[in-house]
T-cell receptor, first 112, second 115 residues
């Protein structure tokens, strides 16, 4: 069974700083890796995904994937208080169900 | 924008009672999913469906049944609710025809308390 682990559990950064979140997974044959954002009392919302080794940039977000080391990271440039949320890393399986296996999340707090 | 709605948003049930959680999506997505979210466990898959009439077991199906009567609707049924099923339940939909680009769209969640 695929395992997804996230670190750190909690991250506090000042407004305008770079936020860096990490995720490791157990199966190099996993398909896409997704990052979801979840605000309190809301459902998760997809932010960005990556399939190929390397990096992908969308706005203030950059994702780095290294399949050899089974590691993916999310970097949020110029962090804002509105970015404060739980960030979930999820790995998509190719078993036909396109099931997502989620990590337990990183609580990001951006201080004004 | 994808739309997934859930009802009820909050539910208090008694041990041994029957609970039905409902989900509706207007995205015309084939796949639908039920997850539960607990502190320290993240989101875990309970049941999923490939389309009307189909239901499949996820990673933690014990104590739960699912029903997909139509493309739009997917229900999660707790026949005999137990306190261990107290959790927040999320429904999601996705389009597997998009392959690796498939995005799952989540509803707002149902908070269930079993006393």
């Amino acid at each position: 069974q695929e395992k997804v682990q996230q670190s750190p559990e909690s991250l506090i950064v000042p407004e305008g700083a770079m936020s860096s979140l990490n995720c490791t997974f157990s199966n190099s044959a996993s398909q896409s890796i997704w990052w979801y954002q979840q605000h309190p009392g809301k459902g998760p919302e997809a932010l960005i995904s990556i399939f190929s080794n390397g990096n992908k940039k969308e706005g203030r977000l950059t994702v780095y994937l290294n399949r050899a080391s089974l590691h993916v990271s999310l970097h949020i440039r110029d962090s804002q208080p509105s970015d404060s949320a739980v960030y979930l890393c999820a790995v998509s399986l190719s078993s036909g169900s396109w099931q997502l296996i989620f990590g337990s999340g990183t609580q990001l707090t951006v201080m004004p | 924008e994808a739309a997934v709605t859930q009802s009820p948003r909050n539910k208090v049930a008694v041990t041994g009672g029957k609970v039905t959680l409902s989900c509706n999506q207007t995205n015309n997505h084939n796949n639908m999913y039920w997850y539960r979210q607990d502190t320290g466990h993240g989101l875990r898959l309970i049941h999923y469906s490939y389309g009307a009439g189909s239901t499949e077991k996820g990673d933690i199906p014990d104590g739960y049944k699912a029903s997909r009567p139509s493309q739009e609707n997917f229900s999660l049924i707790l026949e005999l609710a137990t306190p261990s099923q107290t959790s927040v339940y999320f429904c999601a939909s996705g389009d597997p025809r998009l392959g690796v680009q498939d995005t799952q769209y989540f509803g707002p969640g149902t908070r269930l308390l079993v006393l």
